[in-house]
């Protein structure tokens, strides 16, 4: 029974479900939560998952692919195109610096070259689960510390498959007949000559493109006309899958395949059906897969040679730091955005696990080689949650935009009593347009290289990270009596609001929410003044729409009025409802269906007797018109 499928499962969910909570309680992030639950139950402490536990890894890949695919969804083919620049760059320098040292460094610990350049190779690579779901709950995907991971990162992930195609040039020999699982993965181009192999290659990324255009987005509208749920939930798994197989045949990698198929249906408007169905299965198999990760650590080889082991670690994430660093400073980030950035990517990633294993079976590393490197990779995959906490608590408090702290705390609150958190795109159109009017609010905001450029604008923004209470009190919270939080992530918009209500009760709040559900969450909180990011210009947007044919411009004001009105009220007669009964969708039908019919009755009463007063400068433009064809008259 031990051994099945079924009871490794049990096994791994439970201690999820465990220690995940645990460590969100002490502050830690849910990703060192499960690399410890992984650790408790694996075969070398509790011993309740065996070493063939490593079928549970390979299966949790899976997850590493599907949160490619959603961060594709989330970036639009042009801007794609617009981050070439920074993807060669910042990502070509960082693999081509750290390869070269660590290379050199082989050789000087006394390696054979085909060794070392394949260590080199490995350590080269960083973690893209690890520090993409990190840089996902802190909320830091807009910042410059984020997008500069997220294309180092997706560098990597393109160059592995020239890694993993240049490693069968590195040996003569048969190789291991003993592997682990992965030769069952070596593409089926591979004993093509290398031209033929470069055609596939190409043919299959054109190919994903054709795809996505002209048959995935089809086969979700025929999906989508017979109303099951369950099938679209089936057709997206199905997508990604037919990805990853596809780029596994022709020995490309399947996470950077699944991220191109998101960036090819990015524009289509199957993109939230798509994101809201396998978010729960990313989320799932990446939790599992860091557990998986936790459960590889070999403790019998640490305890071997424990200070060796140690000292490779410390090494190899000096080593990546170091270069991350310099990468940083060439590319002129801030000094708090360079240490999240050097903290963040300085371990070994999940795919050294393949390629080293690869490696193994071609009899470049030898058994105890593996053996150690597998344990590093684990290693310090293990250690990162706990150096970024590190760097949060110690380091980053104490260093970074120095001068963004330096105006005294009485001259803040005797020139404002308005603090305004996040200063990005929807931040900064509500300082723009207080500050028009004569109110100059304390801005505070998280990405040092954002305020660096903001100040340059003529901005009084402030650096600092607003979820630290001290901060918040020598911008003069205390002394405020309005708080507005714009940031752009739910999680920190909730995080914020718990502290300072528990130390200010009496404060005001005004707060952004991205959509209904986080509106939902913060009415449930006592928060009343909410506003939804797409709400006002929707319903803008619409009007404008019906201007253009021919509906009255007072009419539409006052009808737009009138609608936002009555979906503030459903808003919060619906947040108190639990959002997956059957009562709240019997209840958000009928409010809707009551909205339209209050607003036809308004339109077909004719209540609204001034229209002309609001469309007067159509009036003036109908009679230049007239007046220029000689068919002029005098305004009533």
């Known amino acids: 029974m031990t051994g099945t499928i079924l009871f490794e499962a049990m096994i791994f969910l439970a201690g999820a479900v465990v220690c995940v909570p645990l460590a969100k309680r002490f502050g830690l992030s849910s990703v060192l939560g499960y690399l410890l639950a ?64 660590s290379f050199l460094v082989g050789i000087g610990l006394g390696l054979d070259w085909k060794v070392s350049l394949t260590i080199s190779m490995a350590v080269a690579l960083s973690s893209t689960a690890i520090t993409l779901q990190t840089i996902k709950e802190k909320g830091h995907f807009d910042t410059t510390y984020g997008v500069s991971s997220f294309s180092i990162l997706l560098f990597q992930d393109i160059v592995v498959i020239l890694m993993l195609g240049s ?46 255009r002209y048959l995935i987005v089809p086969m979700l509208r025929g999906v989508a006309t017979t109303g099951v749920r369950e099938l679209l939930t089936a057709s997206a798994l199905l997508i990604v899958i037919g990805i990853s197989v596809l780029m596994e045949l022709v020995g490309l990698s399947p996470a950077l395949g699944a991220f191109l198929g998101g960036v090819v249906l990015a524009n289509s ?74 903290v963040g990517l300085a371990q070994v990633g999940e795919f050294a696990f393949v390629l080293l294993s690869f490696a193994f079976q071609l009899a470049i590393v030898d058994q105890q080689q593996l053996d150690i490197l597998l344990l590093i990779t684990a290693l310090t995959m293990t250690l990162t949650p706990i150096l970024g906490l590190v760097n ?37 159109t ?29 901005f009084e923004v402030y650096y600092g990270d607003a979820t630290r209470m001290d901060l918040l009190e020598s911008a003069g919270i205390a002394e405020a009596n309005m708080v507005i939080i714009t940031v752009g992530s739910p999680d920190t918009t909730m995080t914020l609001v718990k502290m300072i209500k528990k130390k200010y009760p009496d404060i005001q709040f005004m707060v952004r929410a991205k959509n ?45 009025r009138n609608f936002i009105k009555m979906d503030e009220e459903s808003l919060r007669e619906l947040a108190e409802k639990p959002k997956i009964d059957e009562d709240y969708i019997f209840e958000a039908r009928r409010m809707i269906r009551e909205q339209e019919r209050l607003l036809e009755e308004d339109l077909n009463r004719g209540v609204l007797v001034f229209d002309n007063h609001w469309d007067s400068e159509q009036m003036r433009a109908a009679h230049k018109n007239d007046t220029e064809m000689g068919r002029g008259h005098k305004p009533q």
Do not use: C
Request: aromatic share 8%; hydrophobic share 50%.
């Open 38 to 101: 992984g650790i408790l139950i694996g075969p070398y402490l509790l011993g309740f998952v065996g070493e063939e536990g490593d079928d549970i890894l390979h299966f949790a890949e899976f997850g590493v692919v599907m949160m490619l695919f959603l961060i594709g969804l989330e970036i639009e083919p042009a801007n794609f195109w617009k981050m070439r620049r920074i993807i060669l760059g910042m990502g070509g320098t960082q693999v081509l610096l750290t390869m070269l040292l």
């Open 167 to 212: 490693l069968p040039l590195l040996t003569n020999h048969q190789g291991h007949s003993e592997g682990d699982g992965h030769g069952e993965k070596l593409n089926m181009l591979e004993n093509l000559p290398l031209g033929l192999q470069t055609l596939a290659i190409v043919v299959s990324v054109v190919l994903i493109v054709l795809l996505g």
């Open 269 to 342: 408007e199957f993109k939230h059906e798509l994101e809201s169905t396998l978010a729960p299965f990313k989320d799932l198999l990446l939790g599992l897969f860091f557990m998986a990760v936790g459960a590889s650590i070999n403790f019998v080889v640490i305890q071997q040679n424990p200070w060796g082991i140690v000292g490779l670690v410390v090494a190899v994430i000096l080593l990546k730091a170091l270069v991350l660093w310099l990468v940083g400073a060439l590319f002129k980030l801030k000094l708090d955005q360079r240490l999240l950035l050097t």
């Open 392 to 428: 949060e608590r110690l380091l980053l408090p104490r260093v970074g935009t120095v001068e963004s702290i330096k105006r005294p705390i009485d001259h803040i609150a005797k020139t404002s009593k308005v603090v305004l958190i996040g200063f990005g795109h929807f931040g900064s």
């Open 430 to 458: 509500v300082g723009r347009f207080l500050r028009a009017h004569g109110v100059e609010p304390t801005i505070l905001d998280y990405d040092s290289n954002r305020v660096d450029l903001l100040r340059q604008m003529g």
């Open 516 to 560: 209904r559900y986080d509106a939902y969450d913060l009415i449930n909180t006592g928060i009343q003044n909410v506003y939804r990011s797409s709400l006002d210009t929707s319903v803008k947007l619409a009007s404008d729409v019906l201007s253009k044919m021919g509906f009255r411009k007072y009419t539409l004001q006052w009808q737009a």
